[in-house]
């Protein structure tokens, strides 16, 4: 008797891809879905158990839901003129009602109740345009490697600039209007002191040079930021 048509949707349907190189794991993700409204129990099996583990290999799918399965290819030695006769098989039924014990629902599964769906594996090793763009591509800069917490700080660094320069402007305008209150009652009572002049410039000038040191500060900061949006 002929077993009854694949109940779930496998994406992708016919063949499972893995693109070399093969120095390390590979990974294809199957994605099942259950548009039914039953429960479906699956199990994934393969031609070739030493090479690939599947995570996971098997489950119950609920109703109208589906199921990401990672099949992990083990590193090999990749031979372009051998051609992969590895096959994955989809295994799935109704789940009972009053399923309790998933091994033994596949144990007392009777022919009639199972489905499958077959896929094969296909080996891609990246071509040439690939590898050279691959190495064309610019290394990642210093600031686009930041984390999350760095820039945190830094944005929290930039704002306390900024509210210490509009400090600093505001003292510096707060102090201007003193000065030129000062000058014009000294000039009423007479020539102001050499010495008072030079202290009240001097201050003027130290006060200048820590908005200007700030400001430049905060322009770079605003830069790195810049181009870790971009």
Same mark, same amino acid.
């Given at each position: 008797?002929?077993?009854?048509?694949?109940?779930?949707?496998?994406?992708?349907?016919?063949?499972?891809?893995?693109?070399?190189?093969?120095?390390?794991?590979?990974?294809?993700?199957?994605?099942?879905?259950?548009?039914?409204?039953?429960?479906?129990?699956?199990?994934?099996?393969?031609?070739?158990?030493?090479?690939?583990?599947?995570?996971?290999?098997?489950?119950?799918?609920?109703?109208?839901?589906?199921?990401?399965?990672?099949?992990?290819?083990?590193?090999?030695?990749?031979?372009?003129?051998?051609?992969?006769?590895?096959?994955?098989?989809?295994?799935?039924?109704?789940?009972?009602?009053?399923?309790?014990?998933?091994?033994?629902?596949?144990?007392?599964?009777?022919?009639?109740?199972?489905?499958?769906?077959?896929?094969?594996?296909?080996?891609?090793?990246? *071509?040439?345009?690939? @590898?050279?763009?691959?190495? +064309?591509? #610019?290394?990642? !800069?210093?600031?686009?490697? /930041?984390?999350?917490?760095?820039?945190?700080?830094?944005?929290?660094?930039?704002?306390?600039?900024?509210?210490?320069?509009?400090?600093?402007?505001?003292?510096?305008?707060?102090?201007?209007?003193?000065?030129? *209150?000062?000058?014009? @009652?000294?000039?009423?009572? +007479?020539? #102001?002191?050499? !010495?008072?002049?030079?202290? /009240?410039?001097?201050?003027?000038?130290?006060?200048?040079?820590?908005?200007?040191?700030?400001?430049?500060?905060?322009?770079?900061?605003?830069?790195?930021?810049?181009?870790?949006?971009?």
């Amino acid at each position: 008797m002929a077993r009854p048509e694949q109940v779930l949707v496998l994406e992708p349907q016919h063949e499972l891809k893995f693109r070399g190189p093969f120095t390390d794991v590979v990974t294809a993700t199957l994605k099942l879905t259950n548009p039914t409204d039953r429960n479906v129990c699956f199990k994934v099996k393969t031609t070739a158990p030493r090479r690939y583990c599947v995570r996971p290999n098997s489950g119950v799918i609920e109703a109208t839901s589906s199921i990401n399965v990672s099949v992990m290819l083990q590193p090999f030695d990749y031979d372009p003129n051998e051609k992969s006769k590895h096959k994955f098989m989809v295994l799935s039924m109704l789940a009972p009602y009053d399923m309790t014990d998933m091994e033994g629902v596949w144990k007392d599964a009777k022919p009639e109740e199972l489905m499958d769906s077959k896929l094969r594996c296909a080996f891609e090793m990246p *071509l040439e345009n690939d @590898k050279a763009a691959e190495h +064309a591509a #610019p290394p990642k !800069s210093a600031s686009a490697s /930041l984390d999350d917490g760095e820039v945190k700080k830094i944005m929290e660094e930039c704002k306390r600039l900024q509210m210490e320069v509009h400090r600093l402007r505001e003292e510096n305008k707060q102090i201007r209007e003193n000065d030129g *209150l000062r000058k014009r @009652k000294v000039t009423s009572v +007479a020539t #102001p002191d050499s !010495s008072i002049m030079s202290t /009240l410039s001097t201050r003027d000038e130290g006060l200048s040079t820590r908005v200007l040191a700030l400001c430049v500060l905060f322009f770079v900061i605003g830069v790195i930021i810049g181009k870790l949006v971009l």
